[in-house]
């Protein structure tokens, strides 16, 4: 069993930024691929990105494309998710999730097998 954890979520301004942090257990993090997911009120848990075992590959929905970018530090068992410029749309519960191996990057959350409990990110005007 994994257990994943996310961390920096918050209240921010339209156009700021923040920084989402995803640690996640198990000796065998340098094997996981890594993906953020988010889900707006009334909406569906949609792809965010994702970032293959030794960040050499990494995945974005169009939306955040050039705003957000996806890292990880293998040594710290622990995933980032940098988001900047910041808009209202982005208001979300954001997820944290692992896929167990080296395997391709995946937009679909069923192809993941661990997931945190989320972080509220809420974007004012």
């Known amino acids: 069993q994994v257990q994943v954890e996310e961390s920096g979520g918050g209240l921010v301004q339209a156009g700021d930024s923040l920084r989402l942090s995803c640690a996640a257990s198990?000796?065998?993090?340098?094997?996981?691929?890594m993906g953020w997911f988010r889900q707006g009120p009334g909406k569906e848990r949609n792809f965010v990105a994702a970032?293959?075992?030794?960040?050499?590959?990494?995945l974005y929905t169009d939306s955040v494309k050039g705003r957000f970018t996806i890292s990880r530090d293998n040594a710290q068992s622990t995933a980032y998710l940098q988001m900047n410029s910041l808009t209202l749309e982005d208001t979300a519960v954001y997820y944290c999730?692992?896929?167990?191996?080296?395997?391709?990057?995946?937009?679909?959350?069923?192809?993941?097998?661990?997931w945190g409990r989320g972080a509220q990110v809420t974007v004012s005007s």
């Open positions: 999730a692992v896929r167990n191996g080296r395997l391709p990057l995946s937009t679909v959350p069923n192809f993941y097998d661990y």
């Open positions: 198990g000796r065998t993090f340098s094997s996981y691929a």
């Open positions: 970032i293959n075992w030794d960040a050499s590959r990494t």
